[in-house]
């Protein structure tokens, strides 16, 4: 992995504006310095030293990943390691048995920029090949004192159109609809919002049910598209 990390970091440090890397740690609030490497070359940079990687097991893959993410000097590290996790050669390594590693993920990176991709991605496909015990996860997490892992249980069904599990999203929204944390009222929102794209009026309904019990940040959320939804 060495040799990867090495090429991956000149790369970045190469496709780098260094005068932007203040900016971008300040509005990050990262304690972590960054290079100055925005998402779309970031995501090259990426293609290039990811593309012909092949692994001959789950464990050296997670080991890869969990290199690059501890290691990490410059933030941009730590976004390409969430690359690394959804390259086409890690697509069935996505199983409940990956879990652990995004769950490390979630709790040391403990911040929407890395969390939420991490959510509605990579947990959203382990959800898909391993429903049963990816479900339970997602109750326990929901339930976690950690509001990082409540807020991916709540996301974690994110691009999931109608195949949501609607159960799932109530179950995993119901204990944080008192919490007062913005991270977890602003999650509500933007999940019942997404859905509304595929159910307008049940988002509505949801949303006049719970009403007493939702924040006016994700009530307003949550209905911010849905006249929009109901005209298509």
Known sequence: ???????????????????????????????????????????????????????????????????????????????????????????????????????????TGAWWDYVDPIATQRLWAILRNDPAPMKQAMLDWARSPDLWKRRSAILCQLHAKAATDLELLHACIGPSLDSREFFLRKAIGWALRQYARTDPREVRRYVAAHGDRLSTLSRREALKRIGAADAA
Not at 32 to 58: H, I, T
Not at 86 to 105: C, K, T
């Open 1 to 107: 992995m060495s040799g990867i990390a090495d090429q991956l970091l000149n790369e970045l440090k190469a496709a780098a504006d260094p005068s932007r890397a203040p900016a971008m740690q300040a509005y990050m609030k990262s304690p972590m310095p960054y290079l100055g490497v925005s998402a779309v070359p970031l995501r090259a940079v990426c293609r290039r030293v990811f593309g012909g990687l092949r692994y001959r097991s789950a464990e050296d893959w997670r080991a890869d990943v969990m290199a690059m993410w501890h290691g990490a000097r410059f933030r941009e590290q730590r976004y390409a390691a969430i690359e690394l996790t959804g390259i086409a050669a890690a697509r069935p390594f996505q199983r409940i048995g990956s879990l652990a590693l995004y769950e490390d993920m979630v709790l």
